[in-house]
């Protein structure tokens, strides 16, 4: 087997891999298709499809970190954290840093050298957001498939005023071109007028 076979090999394994640990999410949600899909299974590949579609040359780390942007995340619940500001800043922290190791562990496990596994590790954590291209592009993703997916269903939770801040908060996190392609996501009108309201 050639060295760039072996290469797609253990990509293809190590995203399988990811798929299999997040398997155990005990929450389920229909697909696209009505399918009943694991509930992080089902965001993992929304994250990829995203990911694929918004940056189609996207590098082998950039693909794995989205792949694994939530993995196992059931097994740190918010609820274990107060359920103020600081409590769910602490909650997110001490998952970006469980993602990265156990992202990590499967990434050798499949024969990945520490330089990538570091590497993925960096943008699951997002490391130096600003300044780092691929950083920035994961954060876009993780905000388009947040508006697509999951904003609709938020929504019904919170009242106006709050969902005029959260989506603030997400636009403030994206770069020029992820405001773009949000702007073409295919939001309902409700959706629309919020997101016009909230940059107006």
């Given at each position: 087997?050639?060295?760039?076979?072996?290469?797609?090999?253990?990509?293809?394994?190590?995203?399988?891999?990811?798929?299999?640990?997040?398997?155990?999410?005990?929450?389920?949600?229909?697909?696209?298709?009505?399918?009943?899909?694991?509930?992080?299974?089902?965001?993992?590949?929304?994250?990829?499809?995203?990911?694929?579609?918004?940056?189609?040359?996207?590098?082998?780390?950039?693909?794995?970190?989205?792949?694994?942007?939530?993995i196992?995340r059931?097994?740190?619940?918010?609820?274990?954290?107060?359920?103020?500001?600081?409590?769910?800043?602490?909650?997110?922290?001490?998952?970006?840093?469980?993602?990265?190791?156990?992202?990590?562990?499967?990434?050798?496990?499949?024969?990945?050298?520490?330089?990538?596994?570091?590497?993925?590790?960096?943008?699951?954590?997002?490391?130096?957001?600003?300044?780092?291209?691929?950083?920035?592009?994961?954060?876009?993703?993780?905000?388009?498939?947040?508006?697509?997916?999951?904003?609709?269903?938020?929504?019904?939770?919170?009242?106006?005023?709050?969902l005029?801040?959260?989506?603030?908060?997400?636009?403030?996190?994206?770069s020029?071109?992820?405001?773009?392609?949000?702007?073409?996501?295919?939001?309902?009108?409700?959706?629309?007028?919020?997101?016009?309201?909230?940059?107006?």
């Amino acid at each position: 087997m050639s060295a760039e076979m072996n290469s797609e090999s253990r990509f293809i394994r190590t995203i399988a891999a990811f798929d299999q640990a997040n398997a155990n999410d005990p929450r389920q949600e229909r697909d696209e298709n009505g399918l009943e899909v694991a509930y992080e299974v089902l965001y993992a590949r929304r994250m990829s499809e995203m990911l694929r579609h918004f940056c189609p040359h996207a590098s082998e780390a950039l693909q794995l970190a989205a792949r694994s942007q939530h993995i196992e995340r059931w097994l740190l619940p918010r609820e274990l954290y107060p359920l103020d500001r600081k409590g769910y800043l602490q909650w997110r922290s001490e998952l970006k840093e469980r993602h990265a190791i156990r992202a990590g562990e499967i990434m050798q496990a499949e024969g990945y050298d520490s330089v990538m596994c570091d590497r993925v590790a960096a943008l699951l954590k997002k490391e130096k957001l600003k300044s780092d291209d691929e950083s920035q592009t994961l954060e876009d993703v993780i905000c388009l498939v947040f508006l697509q997916f999951y904003f609709s269903e938020f929504a019904k939770a919170h009242d106006e005023a709050k969902l005029i801040d959260i989506l603030q908060k997400t636009w403030r996190k994206m770069s020029d071109a992820g405001h773009q392609a949000a702007l073409k996501l295919p939001l309902s009108e409700d959706e629309l007028a919020l997101v016009t309201k909230a940059l107006s």
